[in-house]
Nanobody, 123 residues
Framework: QVQLVESGGGLVQAGGSLRLSCAAS????????MGWFRQAPGKDRAFVAA????????YYADSVTGRFTISRDNAKNTVYLQMNSLKPEDTAVYYC????????????????WGQGTQVTVSS
């Protein structure tokens, strides 16, 4: 069992930055792929970024490439999402997830989810 708790969301103006954190507890964190997804009102949960247990293995949705950076600190059991150059279309609830296997960009592969944190970008 893995418990995930997100933090760091808030209201920011377009062009600004936020850093989201996801603290994990429970079973071994190192062997999971960790991902960030987001869900805007009336839309499906969409992939943002993911990182495999090897720190260099990261991948991103096209819409955030070059603006967002995912990282993890296995010693702290925490994954981060640094979001720069934020746009109003980035407004959503952001969820952290943990996947035991499979592609980290597929929401169906995730076994555990946090409760979500709201990010609102004003124009």
């Amino acid at each position: 069992q893995v418990q995930l708790v997100e933090s760091g969301g808030g209201l920011v103006q377009a062009g600004g930055s936020l850093r989201l954190s996801c603290a994990a507890s429970g079973r071994t964190f190192t062997f999971y792929t960790m991902g960030w997804f987001r869900q805007a009102p009336g839309k499906d949960r969409a992939f943002v970024a993911a990182i495999r247990w090897t720190p260099d293995s990261t991948y991103y949705a096209d819409s955030v490439t070059g603006r967002f950076t995912i990282s993890r600190d296995n010693a702290k059991n925490t994954v981060y999402l640094q979001m720069n150059s934020l746009k109003p279309e980035d407004t959503a609830v952001y969820y952290c997830g943990a996947a035991k296997r499979g592609s980290g960009s597929d929401v169906r592969n995730y076994d555990y989810w946090g409760q979500g944190t709201q990010v609102t970008v004003s124009s």
